[in-house]
């Protein structure tokens, strides 16, 4: 899969992690479904422990007015 990300920008949040937003450009016919799996295949990252970074969840969504998606990856740190 042939796919492009470009940063849109972050939201932080404390000592919980932050929510990172991307315009995901492709260049074939895909689903959000296979996109999901793209995305979370570059960053799932299981948590160690307390304290420690993780990613388990990605989420992506068509954009409205043109023919691309975001992508919204969940960083987050364990408790």
């Given at each position: 899969m042939?796919?492009e ?8 949040r ?32 299981e948590?160690?422990?307390a304290?420690s ?23 987050r740190?364990?408790?």
């Amino acid at each position: 899969m042939n796919v492009e990300i470009e940063p849109i920008g972050r939201i932080l949040r404390g000592i919980d992690g932050s929510d990172e937003y991307v315009l995901l450009r492709y260049d074939e016919e895909v689903s959000t479904h296979d996109l999901e799996d793209w995305l979370l295949s570059l960053f799932y990252t299981e948590s160690t422990g307390a304290g420690s970074y993780f990613c388990t969840s990605v989420q992506v969504v068509r954009h409205p007015h043109i023919d691309k998606y975001i992508g919204i990856i969940y960083h987050r740190y364990d408790v």
